[in-house]
């Protein structure tokens, strides 16, 4: 198969990426992983949080 740069990975990335808001502080990440990175929770549970695939429905993180 092809293998991508680092440079077109960001990219694709990029655009990908939805916005999303911690309406707790009100602070807005560039996808799920900026916002696990910045705030300590898994991808998983970000990505079942924003689905809604979790038995504790906190709202405090919203998609775009």
């Known amino acids: ?28 990440y560039m996808g799920v992983k900026d916002a696990s990175n910045s705030t300590g929770i898994t991808t998983h549970s970000l990505y079942s949080k924003l689905n809604d695939n979790t038995r504790n429905k906190n709202k405090r993180y919203d998609r775009d």
């Open 1 to 28: 198969g092809k293998h991508h740069t680092e440079e077109t990975k960001q990219k694709v990335s990029k655009t990908k990426s939805k916005i999303i808001l911690d309406s707790q502080t009100g602070i807005f």
